[in-house]
Each structure stands twice: as structure tokens, then as C-alpha cells.
Nanobody
Framework: QVQLVESGGGLVQPGGSLRLSCAAS????????MGWFRQAPGKEREFVSG????????YYADSVKGRFTISRDNAKNTVYLQMNSLKPEDTAVYYC???????????????????WGQGTQVTVSS
């Protein structure tokens, strides 16, 4: 069992930055692939970024590539999402998720993830 708690969301102006954190409790955090998803009002939850259990591989949606950076600290059981050059269309509730990584893990697929946090609101507005 893994519990995930996101933090770091808030209101930011366009062009600004935020750093989201996701703290995990439970055992063997380092055996889980981690992902960030987001959901805007009236829209489907969409993949934002993913990171392998060792941190050696990272994945991004085209819409955030070059602006967002995912990282993890397995010693602290935490995954981060650094978000720069934020745009109004980045406004959403951001969720972190954990999935047991084995074989060909499909990072953008919600079905790969077994555990989800409650989400943190990110609002980009002037």
C-alpha cells in the first residue's frame, strides 16, 4: 500500500513557476514508477510527466516538454514536478500516481497506476 500526498500548488501569474511535491508513505517507494497527471474542469485527466523507479528515464507530454521537469528522491520518498513558463492552459488539479514498474510500463496510461493522491490545484492567471 502506498499513500501519496501532493503539495505546492497555488495561484501564479503567466510566465511564473511552481514546484509540486508528492510525498509517498509505505514500503519500497523505489520500486514504483511515478507519474503526474492533471485534470482541468470538464476535461479528461491527462498525462503530464512520468519517471522510472530509478529516475533514469523521464517522459513528458508534448504540451509541457521543455517547460516542466520531473525528478525524484528515493531517499526522501518524494517526486517533484518543476513547472516553469506557466500558461493559463496549465490550470488544473495536478495528481501524482504510483505504479509497480515491470516490463513495458506505459507511463501515459492511467491504468498502469495503482495509487493516486488527492490532487493539488494549480491556477495560472493574471
Amino acid at each position: 500500500q502506498v499513500q501519496l500526498v501532493e503539495s505546492g500548488g497555488g495561484l501564479v501569474q503567466p510566465g511564473g513557476s511552481l514546484r509540486l511535491s508528492c510525498a509517498a508513505s509505505g514500503r519500497r517507494f523505489s520500486s514504483y514508477a511515478m507519474g503526474w497527471f492533471r485534470q482541468a474542469p470538464g476535461k479528461e485527466r491527462e498525462f503530464v510527466s512520468g519517471i522510472s523507479m530509478t529516475g533514469g528515464s523521464t517522459y513528458y507530454a508534448d504540451s509541457v516538454k521543455g517547460r516542466f521537469t520531473i525528478s525524484r528522491d528515493n531517499a526522501k520518498n518524494t517526486v517533484y514536478l518543476q513547472m516553469n513558463s506557466l500558461k493559463p492552459e496549465d490550470t488544473a488539479v495536478y495528481y501524482c500516481a504510483a505504479g509497480k514498474q515491470s516490463g513495458s510500463f506505459q507511463f501515459p496510461s492511467r491504468r498502469e497506476y495503482d495509487y493516486w493522491g488527492q490532487g493539488t490545484q494549480v491556477t495560472v492567471s493574471s
